[in-house]
């Protein structure tokens, strides 16, 4: 298929410079990966990822979780995963 459209987009410098580290160290094109994400659109019939606001919740936890504030755990109790399961039912 012939590549005849052409595409113009104005886009914040920093923006393009940090996203041509990414594709270079992958060894993909700024147009190829515009072109990848064009066919996703096309395949998904819409955005290929979740477009959603978080709920200030949400977004304090990952404030946190950024900011190295957050406790992990190695493995969940089996008390705990039965009453995900439940609740899910």
Known sequence: MPKDAVIHTRVDD???R???KVLDAV???MAEA?????RQVVLHKGLPFDVRITNKETQKAIRASRAGKVRTHKGASKDI???IIESAD
């Not at 515009?34 to 064009?38: A, E, G, S």
């Open 81 to 83: 995963l039965k009453e």
């Open 34 to 38: 515009v072109r990848i994400f064009l």
């Open 18 to 20: 940090d996203a041509e």
């Open 14 to 16: 920093r923006l393009k």
């Open 27 to 29: 060894d993909v094109s």
